[in-house]
Nanobody
Framework: QVQLVESGGGLVQAGGSLRLSCAVSGITVDYYHMGWFRQAPGKEREFVAA????????YYGDSVKGRFTISRDIAKNRVDLQMNSLKPEDTAVYYC?????????????????WGQGTQVTVSS
């Protein structure tokens, strides 16, 4: 059974940093594309970052490019999202997801498995 469990969310001041982790079971992060999305209240779920199963390519949403970094820890079967220079507009529930097969890695509907989400709140 595939399970994705996010952790690391919390409250941080603007300009600060936070690292989210996604513990993966049932699949291995070096055989599936992995992504991060976020959703603020009343807003659509937004693509944040993704990494291909080979680790060769990473992708970022325009709003986080240069500030966030996605990475994999293959030994721990974990996907992390390092968030730096956080802004109040980064406040959202952050979800990790795994993509089965092929498709547009930036589109939510492409992903097969999702975690429950972790809340990130950035205060000004």
């Amino acid at each position: 059974q595939v399970q994705l469990v996010e952790s690391g969310g919390g409250l941080v001041q603007a300009g600060g940093s936070l690292r989210l982790s996604c513990a993966v079971s049932g699949i291995t992060v070096d055989y599936y594309h992995m992504g991060w999305f976020r959703q603020a209240p009343g807003k659509e779920r937004e693509f944040v970052a993704a990494v291909t199963w080979t680790g060769t390519y990473t992708y970022y949403g325009d709003s986080v490019k240069g500030r966030f970094t996605i990475s994999r820890d293959i030994a721990k079967n974990r996907v992390d999202l390092q968030m730096n220079s956080l802004k109040p507009e980064d406040t959202a529930v952050y979800y990790c997801a795994a993509l089965r097969g092929n498709g547009n890695i930036r589109i939510m509907s492409t992903y097969s498995w999702w975690g429950q989400g972790t809340q990130v709140t950035v205060s000004s």
